[in-house]
């Protein structure tokens, strides 16, 4: 086969290589990520998790001092547009995976759009997902209410 017509074939059938994209957050849509995801972490503390949903609940940081970090490798949720009943997450924390579905699902995916993070739709679902997500908490801050405190970075897609 010439030269020309492997060229010729390789415009015809293009290959669709996509790198993730990096993406950071900072304020509101970093913590409200963060919060979310929080609730579903095996990685995290009972206290951790106790800090984050009051600061999220507006009950103040209380005691907890340090910063917290809120990590997921991979997150995928999915909103059918056909039946309008089904939603549904995946979490991944290492080799501990979380599932869940209804109220659950639909804040988190609720949550990543109001973050910014694209949708894609296939076959009568929409889906939003990310991996590697990194969020710090910095309860000093947040305490400060001047809309720092919550910082992440993910890779957009999977």
């Not at 017509?5 to 415009?11: D, M, T």
């Not at 579903?40 to 970090?69: C, M, T, W």
């Not at 979380?98 to 889906?127: H, K, P, Q, V, W």
Request: aromatic share 6%.
């Amino acid at each position: 086969m010439g030269l020309a017509r492997l060229a010729v074939l390789a415009f015809a059938f293009p290959l669709s290589i996509s790198a993730a994209e990096a993406a950071s957050l900072t304020g509101s849509p970093a913590f409200a990520l963060a919060a979310v995801v929080a609730a579903h972490s095996p990685l995290l503390s009972a206290d951790q998790k106790k800090a984050i949903a009051a600061f999220f609940e507006g009950r103040g940081v209380g005691a907890y001092k340090g910063k917290i970090n809120v990590d997921a490798d991979k997150i995928v949720c999915r909103a059918s547009n056909v039946d309008i009943t089904a939603r549904s997450c995946e979490l991944t924390f290492g080799k501990k995976t979380a599932s869940f579905t209804g109220r659950e699902a639909n804040e988190l995916y609720s949550t990543e759009a109001m973050a910014g993070i694209a949708s894609d739709g296939a076959a009568g679902s929409n889906f939003e997902s990310l991996s590697r997500l990194k969020c710090t908490l910095d309860p000093e801050a947040i305490k400060r209410k001047d809309g720092s405190g919550a910082e992440c970075s993910y890779e957009a897609g999977n």
